[in-house]
């Protein structure tokens, strides 16, 4: 059965009528840009085709209702009282919460959720659910979606309501994803580009078997070190440094903080010369730039694990493998590849056995391809 048709599935076996809307968010994996968006730089992702699916029904009153197939639990509260309740429903709310703070008119709603995202893999199955709840409520609320916005919304719900310190990169391109394209958004201003990508070619997503903690003070830190690095330098943030710029006035800066903005400075060359490479159709240069991402993730940045680092240079030892680095936040999630999607079958066994064998971990791979962004897949006027 396909996703779409579980969701329904389960939307008639719990309310026994049929879903005024079916929704569809993906997640995500980025290409290359990691860690640039909270230094208002550039990223690179691409929507997977892994998504949340949510299926759901108009309610005539203020209450919401959503039940997780996966956690096989229910979230329910009032739109005139939202409060925190430890769990998943925090990212529902904290969407609840915050389009009515930005003055967006919500009316209630039920529904049911699933999905195939691997939580905490790095894929931001986080972000899905905040974009699919988002469309829900703009579907019942009977107002337009805007991406951008929207993006801004799950942010803010994540930041402020679930109390996660991410940027705006996975709600974005949940929202704005094409197929065959990836996004390359400008975390300045949330200007996007769709990027079209080589046909021949595929992203392999390699789940290491070890997990972030998205409150890690990992990331926190990291954060604090390029706003003190952005501070040094004079400027707001990070993005407005450019490396010859970076080579003057680094001189006195503490060893840590300028390897940090090193990272992030190249980094964001690097995102610009990837899109070039791709518009090229330039699969080995691409590849090239990816490995350059990780090995200053790994060296500058300092985000990487063992796992990490053993699942990357496996990968790049691969036939059919132009590139591979670390993608998502660090400390653990995953990797990703780009290789030939003639070989992707080959690649993903080889890895697995050898990942096995060097670590004892059993990783997951996921030959992805990029699909669209968040959208309603199906809607019915009549409810019976
Ligand atoms: P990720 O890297 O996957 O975004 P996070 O820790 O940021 O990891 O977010 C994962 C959280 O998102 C889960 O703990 C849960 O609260 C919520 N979530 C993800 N998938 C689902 C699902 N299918 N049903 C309910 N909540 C989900
Ligand atoms: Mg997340």
Same mark, same amino acid.
């Given at each position: 059965?396909?996703?779409?048709?579980?969701?329904?599935?389960?939307?008639?076996?719990?309310?026994?009528?049929?879903?005024?809307?079916?929704?569809?968010?993906?997640?995500?994996?980025?290409?290359?840009?990691?860690?640039?968006?909270?230094?208002?730089?550039?990223?690179?992702?691409?929507?997977?085709?892994?998504?949340?699916?949510?299926?759901?029904?108009?309610?005539?009153?203020?209450?919401?209702?959503?039940?997780?197939?996966?956690?096989?639990?229910?979230?329910?509260?009032?739109?005139?009282?939202?409060?925190?309740?430890?769990?998943?429903?925090?990212?529902?709310?904290?969407?609840?919460?915050?389009?009515?703070?930005?003055?967006?008119?919500?009316?209630?709603?039920?529904?049911?959720?699933?999905?195939?995202?691997?939580?905490?893999?790095?894929?931001?199955?986080?972000?899905?659910?905040?974009?699919?709840?988002?469309?829900?409520?703009?579907?019942?609320?009977?107002?337009?979606?805007?991406?951008?916005?929207?993006?801004?919304?799950?942010?803010?719900?994540?930041?402020?309501?679930?109390?996660?310190?991410?940027?705006?990169?996975?709600?974005?391109?949940?929202? !704005?994803?094409?197929?065959?394209?990836?996004?390359?958004?400008?975390?300045?201003?949330?200007?996007?580009?769709?990027?079209?990508?080589?046909?021949?070619?595929?992203?392999?997503?390699?789940?290491?078997?070890?997990?972030?903690?998205?409150?890690?003070?990992?990331?926190?830190?990291?954060?604090?070190?390029?706003?003190?690095?952005?501070?040094?330098?004079?400027?707001?943030?990070?993005?407005?440094?450019?490396?010859?710029?970076?080579?003057?006035?680094?001189?006195?800066?503490?060893?840590?903080?300028?390897?940090?903005?090193?990272?992030?400075?190249?980094?964001?060359?690097?995102?610009?010369?990837?899109?070039?490479?791709?518009?090229?159709?330039?699969?080995?240069?691409?590849?090239?730039?990816?490995?350059?991402?990780?090995?200053?993730?790994?060296?500058?940045?300092?985000?990487?694990?063992?796992?990490?680092?053993?699942?990357?240079?496996?990968?790049?030892?691969?036939?059919?493998?132009?590139?591979?680095?670390?993608?998502?936040?660090?400390?653990?999630?995953?990797?990703?590849?780009?290789?030939?999607?003639?070989?992707?079958?080959?690649?993903?066994? !080889?890895?697995?056995?050898?990942?096995?064998?060097?670590?004892?971990?059993?990783?997951?791979?996921?030959?992805?391809?990029?699909?669209?962004?968040?959208?309603?897949?199906?809607?019915?006027?009549?409810?019976?």
């Amino acid at each position: 059965m396909s996703n779409q048709q579980t969701i329904t599935r389960a939307f008639k076996d719990h309310f026994s009528k049929t879903p005024h809307f079916v929704i569809r968010a993906p997640g995500r994996v980025n290409l290359i840009g990691e860690h640039t968006d909270y230094n208002d730089g550039f990223v690179l992702p691409m929507a997977i085709d892994r998504a949340i699916w949510i299926a759901l029904g108009a309610r005539n009153d203020r209450q919401v209702r959503l039940r997780s197939l996966h956690f096989d639990a229910l979230t329910e509260f009032s739109l005139d009282e939202i409060t925190h309740k430890p769990g998943w429903g925090e990212y529902i709310r904290g969407v609840a919460w915050a389009l009515q703070e930005a003055g967006y008119r919500l009316a209630g709603w039920e529904g049911v959720m699933t999905s195939d995202i691997p939580i905490g893999a790095g894929l931001s199955s986080s972000a899905a659910v905040e974009m699919a709840a988002a469309k829900a409520f703009s579907l019942v609320g009977g107002w337009g979606f805007d991406p951008p916005a929207m993006a801004q919304i799950g942010q803010r719900a994540e930041n402020q309501w679930v109390g996660a310190n991410t940027g705006i990169m996975d709600q974005m391109i949940s929202a !704005a994803g094409r197929a065959g394209h990836a996004l390359l958004i400008d975390c300045r201003d949330l200007s996007t580009q769709q990027i079209p990508l080589p046909t021949e070619n595929v992203f392999v997503v390699m789940d290491t078997a070890t997990r972030h903690a998205h409150t890690d003070s990992g990331y926190n830190e990291r954060r604090e070190e390029c706003e003190a690095a952005a501070r040094f330098l004079g400027v707001s943030h990070l993005r407005d440094v450019d490396l010859p710029t970076f080579r003057d006035r680094a001189g006195g800066m503490g060893e840590g903080i300028r390897r940090r903005a090193r990272h992030v400075i190249t980094e964001n060359a690097r995102v610009l010369e990837a899109v070039e490479a791709l518009r090229q159709g330039d699969s080995p240069k691409m590849g090239r730039l990816m490995d350059a991402s990780h090995a200053s993730l790994r060296d500058d940045f300092e985000v990487t694990n063992r796992e990490l680092n053993v699942m990357v240079e496996l990968s790049q030892n691969q036939p059919g493998c132009f590139g591979a680095r670390m993608t998502g936040g660090g400390f653990g999630g995953s990797a990703v590849a780009l290789v030939e999607e003639a070989r992707a079958k080959e690649f993903t066994q !080889a890895v697995d056995e050898a990942y096995q064998a060097a670590t004892g971990l059993d990783p997951h791979l996921y030959v992805c391809r990029a699909s669209n962004g968040v959208e309603t897949m199906a809607r019915s006027t009549t409810t019976s």
